[in-house]
């Protein structure tokens, strides 16, 4: 059995912080290297898509939309919302 364990005895703050400081620049690395290769964010949505992602009624879509706390656009009579301004729309609420 492989052992993923770090004897601190040996190593100086310095080289401990090294170690941290590198693991943590390495993780935040493929975190953003994950983040941009997903190119959900400007991913046009539909009604019906938008509906099931906020999960509400097209009239509550309808009446957000004319209230201006979403943001639509169009091509004719079709109607498109995009995700990464729905993930901006949400706000915090607090208790």
Same mark, same amino acid.
């Given at each position: 059995?492989k ?31 994950? +983040? ?7 991913? +046009? ?15 509550t ?29 949400l ?5």
């Amino acid at each position: 059995m492989k052992s993923n364990s770090i004897i601190l005895e040996n190593l100086s703050i310095e080289e401990l912080q090294e170690l941290i400081g590198s693991t943590v620049k390495k993780s935040v690395t493929e975190l953003q290297q994950e +983040l941009e290769s997903t190119k959900f964010t400007e991913e +046009l949505l539909t009604r019906e898509e938008t509906c099931k992602f906020l999960r509400v009624d097209s009239s509550t879509l309808w009446a957000w939309t004319n209230k201006g706390k979403v943001k639509a656009y169009g091509i004719g009579a079709r109607r498109y919302y995009k995700r990464s301004e729905l993930l901006e729309s949400l706000t915090l609420l607090k208790k």
